[in-house]
């Protein structure tokens, strides 16, 4: 067995309590109801219908097809209606299960159209044109519709499944149905014709009332035409970044936005600038650069002593020809930005105007580096001692603001994406931290020019990091195999209670201990034979109909045959409900109770009667023995060890990591402020409460994107949750989702806007 502990932060519901009514739920039961209310009233209007048509028929064939087709709905108005509640509920609940696509449920490619019988042609071509009729009448509410169904099911364009309230489930449920029973081709394909004229309209009413219900119940209030999915991690509303334009030359833009500027000190320019005038004019200087685009600069003598003794404050040493000394401490500290200190020293008075707008420039992109609250203060003061290298850098070679390829840009980058999930914790003699500071520790002594060694420094980088994520997927493979054992078993329990649900909508007369049986003892019972078969097996489909029959034999029986065909079911159908509650080990008192109910109820039902036992019959001193008999549900409590679902496999004391490839690669989250898309490597803050903030990476999503396992960056002190549960912690506050852009992109968007603000102003 895989000996993985997980975390849970589930907000789910504890142990032994039944399933609360989702507005899944709730949309299940007011959609069956009402439209298997509008399926009766468009029979009784065809009965009206059809009369007519047999009464103005000229031709003998066509008055024996509407006698024919009106002594159907006659006959067999009741299995009609029965059996489109039944294919109806089928249908929807397949088009919710995660694991089947909208072709599983639903298909109707035209692709499909071809090498069928003609009978099953003029039948599928039969339920298209309904289905498109429901679809031309309805096409406003289901706007609506199809995007709160999206929420619900984890699919805001239903990408992957049909909206289980959708036309074609209506249509297939029809179509399904009048396959039930017996009656020529030609009498279907009419009825279908007829309900085209009335049941649009009456289908358009029940999806107004759905709306309603779940905007009432908070699933999407208002709908914006045209609504698009969230960015991951970002404003859908904001702007494109500057520094992302195709081809844009950043440092011009940057270059025109400072030379609008006021001198002085404002919130975005902390020290008197050049204008964009006086770069130019000295640009055409003798002695100063040959170019102020993109590109390599060529420099004069002057400007090789300068780069001399940025080169050795770069390797703190006192530059050549500097009287006063500059002081270098503030680049060992995790928000000391050197740069402010050389901007205001006489060693600036030796730069031309466009190195000085250079070194604003840089200056406040450390600002905003050394300032950018996702890295850990220690990180800060790593790459902080980069500033002149990069200064340097930028002074020769203007494509770095431009360019993302440029291999200081890319390094600055993926320091900042390394020292993301770093934790102080791991102190200093960790083999991240020791690694970055040996890298930077080179850069200081040995770069002179070029950026041979920022290239080689990323590379080595690049191969540490997919080193160490290999290293962190070996030590994440156990939590993964939790969070699949808690995602099989999360799924069974939907999937069970799904078919109770079903089956109580199909009986909605009951006894109140037999309701109460079922959620009890049947629906875990249900819940355990998944986990340890699948729903085609024998087991499952015995213990499945025995619950059924148990529903069946409660109601009143009227004819004779009704009542001898349960005289010979009991017998069996009893000592299925015996064996089925000691598997689920049913308390001894209600298992008593129940089977003395029944004696009760059997008897009535062979009179015809209706007895229901009050409640207060039920122990309620036991509610959760019944699930007790499967593993304890993911996520009982907040921060609680959990051991791994014992259902899978035992998994080798060191298994190879899971493929990444065989997991959903993002999740949808649907949020008081919107939908989110958080991806896999996307890291989150989690705040419990208690003033203290844990970092965690989304390192796993399992298949049916119900639960996340998020990790530290080594792949250890690993967390699940539910979307559900993600969700709310979200709008609660108690997650926050930490950015994901480049630190460079980062940087330049900021300074470009601040720069634009203060020039408008």
Known sequence: MCSAKVTPIDLARSKGAEFRQTPLDICRERACSALTAAWSEVLQKALERLLKLAD???????????????????????????????????????????????????????????????????????????????????????????????????????????????????????????????????????????????????????????????????????????LRRRRPLHDADAEPPASAAPGGDLFRTLQALMGQSPTGHGPAIPFPLASATQVRNDAATPGAMASAGDGIFTASPERGLLMMQLTALQRGETPPGLAAPLDLAPMTTARGNVLHGLRNSALSQAMNPLDRMTLDIVAMIFDYILDDARLPDAIKALIGRLQIPALKVAMEDKTLFSQRTHPVRQLLDTLAEA??????????????????????????????????????????????MGDEASQAAQAATPSALAVLDQERLQHARRRAHDEV???????????????????????????????????????????????????????????????????????????????GMARVRYPDLDRTRLLAALVELHADAVNGETSTPQPSTLQEAQPEAAWSAL???????????????????????????LDPESAPAACTLHTASGVQTLARGNWIDYHPGDGTTVRMKLTWISPLKGLYLFTNRLGERAMSISREGLAQKLDSGQVTLVESEPLLDRALDHLVRDLGRQAAG
């Open 56 to 226: 103005q028929a000229a031709e003998a064939e066509l008055y024996h097809l509407y006698l024919d087709t009106l002594e159907l709905v006659k006959r067999q108005r009741n299995p009609l209606e029965q059996g489109f509640r039944a294919h109806y509920l089928q249908h929807f609940n397949l088009a919710c299960r995660p694991d089947r696509r909208s072709q599983d449920v639903l298909s109707m490619d035209p692709d499909q159209l071809t090498l069928v019988e003609p009978d099953d042609l003029e039948k599928r071509l039969a339920g298209e044109s309904l289905a498109n009729n429901l679809y031309n009448a309805c096409s406003e509410e289901l706007f609506g519709l199809d995007r709160r169904m999206g929420v619900l099911l984890d699919d805001p364009e239903l990408t992957q499944r049909q909206n289980p309230l959708g036309p074609e489930a209506i249509s297939q449920a029809i179509l399904a149905c009048l396959d039930d029973v017996e009656a020529r081709l030609k009498v279907r394909l009419l009825l279908v014709s007829l309900l085209s004229r009335n049941l649009p309209e009456r289908v358009k009413a029940v999806y107004h009332e759905l709306n309603l219900l779940l905007i009432d119940k908070g699933v999407l209030p208002s709908i914006r035409s045209g």
């Open 419 to 464: 020292g993301i999930g770093w934790d102080p914790s791991e102190g200093h003699g960790s083999r991240l931290y020791l690694k970055i500071d040996e890298l930077v520790l080179r850069i200081q002594n040995q770069f002179d020019q070029g950026t041979d060694i920022f290239q080689q420094a990323l590379t080595e980088l690049r191969q540490f």
């Open 501 to 579: 649900q079903t089956l109580l909508l199909n009986h909605p007369v009951l006894p109140e201990i037999i309701r109460d049986f079922a959620l009890r003892a049947w629906e875990p019972l249900l819940a355990g034979l998944l986990l340890e078969q699948d729903e085609t097996s024998p087991d499952w489909l015995d213990n499945r109909a025995t619950l059924d029959e148990l529903f069946w034999s409660v109601q009143p029986k009227h004819s004779q045959e009704a009542r001898k065909h349960l005289l010979e079911i009991l017998p069996g159908m009893l000592r299925k409900l015996s064996d």
């Open 631 to 657: 593993p304890e549900q993911p996520g009982a409590a907040e921060f609680e060890p959990v051991q791994p679902v014992s259902t899978v496999a035992a998994a080798p004391e060191a298994p190879a990591p």
